[in-house]
């Protein structure tokens, strides 16, 4: 089945294991210093998440899928984008995560794309799904290099110059294989997340390696109970 009709607003909520977003920037450094307020106490508070937080935290707890191209109503609007730039998205994540500590993720993330086709019954959209592999390389000929990471890139400037569609986009991470050593990832910024509810909570790795480190036990291989611990420890903040 490539082609799907689904109803609106989606019959999902933002919790655990999954959450809405209307934009594609990764990390941090992809996003521009508009994207944050400055408060009336004078602190600097940002508008923009980067996904990699999500990610992070989708890694170290049960996994989970981000859906962009989605809005805070349920309502799938896609993202508006070239062809070059859908590739522009995929290099950006594997940039993103080799830069995760302390080994990329990439194995645990799947992604799905998928052309959203407005209908005229408002309450439905139409979704079509895009296979990179099987696309015609002569509809959009590669960028030989692009810009990842950064703020702009030469294929951002398509979307005024080329045929552009509107995108969503599903990232889905696996959970934690429980018969692995629990691993805690870190993203770009060299930050570790937990979900909790429909948000992310920073853990503070030093707190719990230190914790560990007085029980003079293996962090790695304290699995439930190093989940016990980081529970314990966004609770009492
Ligand atoms: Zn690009």
Redesign the pocket.
């Known amino acids: 089945m490539n082609k799907a009709i689904v109803k609106l607003p989606l019959a999902i909520e933002e919790d655990v294991h999954n959450e809405f977003r209307m934009h594609t920037k990764l990390m941090l450094t992809e996003l521009g210093k508009f994207q944050s307020k400055q408060d009336k106490d004078g602190s600097i508070r940002r508008t923009l998440q980067p996904i990699s937080k999500t990610i992070c935290s989708f890694l170290n707890t049960d996994g989970g899928r981000l859906f962009l191209g989605v809005n805070d109503d349920k309502i799938i609007k896609g993202i508006t984008m070239s062809k070059?730039?859908l590739y522009?998205f995929f290099g950006s994540l594997r940039h993103m995560c080799e830069k995760f500590k302390p080994f990329s993720p990439i194995s645990r993330i799947k992604v799905s794309i998928l052309e959203v086709i407005p209908m005229d019954d408002k309450t439905k959209v139409k979704l079509k799904k895009v296979d990179m592999d099987k696309e015609e390389v002569t509809d959009f000929p590669k960028?030989a290099n692009?810009?990842v990471g950064g703020f702009f890139?030469?294929?951002?400037k398509e979307i005024n110059q080329a045929a552009t569609k509107q995108y969503l986009f599903i990232v889905q991470v696996a959970a934690p294989d429980p018969n692995a050593a629990t691993v805690i990832y870190q993203n770009e910024e060299g930050l570790a997340y937990r979900r909790r509810l429909a948000s992310n909570k920073c853990v503070y790795l030093d707190d719990l390696r230190r914790m560990m480190h007085e029980r003079n036990r293996l962090f790695v291989d304290l699995h439930d109970e190093v989940r016990h611990e980081i529970d314990r420890f966004i609770k009492f903040h």
């Open positions: 070059n730039m522009h960028l692009h810009s890139c030469d294929c951002f």
